[in-house]
């Protein structure tokens, strides 16, 4: 049986649980979504997860980016979604020294205080240095270029996390 002819047959409460967390502590996307089969393939699936956010509320695009956890905050890294730990161990950032810890933690402080959401960035593949540096510089942006910039890491990191869950 393929894969997608699995996932049109899956009741509510299992297709759910399985998609809850493709936009961070966002279960209700999963939900949105599940009204939306049959889907003709996993692309069709994913780009209608997609759009569900991208068509939403800004109030309800904030919530998801709000819920996106600090990059490297040491304090909270027990406490991370289990898609969220696993993307920031990957990169290394569950392993920063304490200087690295300091700089993304005055870096997240700052760059909330300043645009109200955290700092958003797809870390797969990245290594510590690459994430500060784009850290720094997005911190200069403009609070419109930001929201986008935000927007469109979220997408990115929803994309990833559906094709991780395509490779199962």
């Known amino acids: 049986m393929s894969v997608i002819k699995k996932i049109n047959e899956l009741p ?5 649980r399985i998609f809850a967390n493709i ?8 939900e949105d979504a599940y009204s939306k089969k049959p889907f003709s393939n996993f692309e069709d699936l994913s780009q209608k997860i997609i759009n569900i956010f991208s068509n939403t509320t800004k109030e309800n ?7 996106h956890p600090d990059l490297a905050d040491k304090t909270k ?4 979604t289990i898609d969220s730990k696993k ?7 569950d392993q920063c020294t304490e200087e690295e810890f300091n700089e993304f933690k005055n870096l997240n402080d700052k760059y909330k ?15 510590k240095k690459e994430i500060l540096s784009n850290f720094r510089q997005r911190s200069l942006n403009d609070i419109n270029v930001e929201f986008v910039e935000a927007k469109k890491q979220v997408k990115i990191i ?5 094709n991780e869950i395509n490779k199962k």
């Open 77 to 80: 890294i027990g406490l991370l």
């Open 87 to 93: 993307e920031q161990s990957n990169a290394g950032l």
């Open 158 to 162: 929803a994309s990833l996390r559906l």
């Open 23 to 30: 936009f961070e502590n966002a279960s209700w996307i999963a």
């Open 61 to 67: 695009q904030l919530k998801i980016i709000r819920d």
């Open 113 to 127: 205080k300043k645009f109200g959401f955290p700092f958003i960035y797809a870390v797969k593949g990245k290594e």
């Open 12 to 16: 509510q409460s299992e297709f759910v």
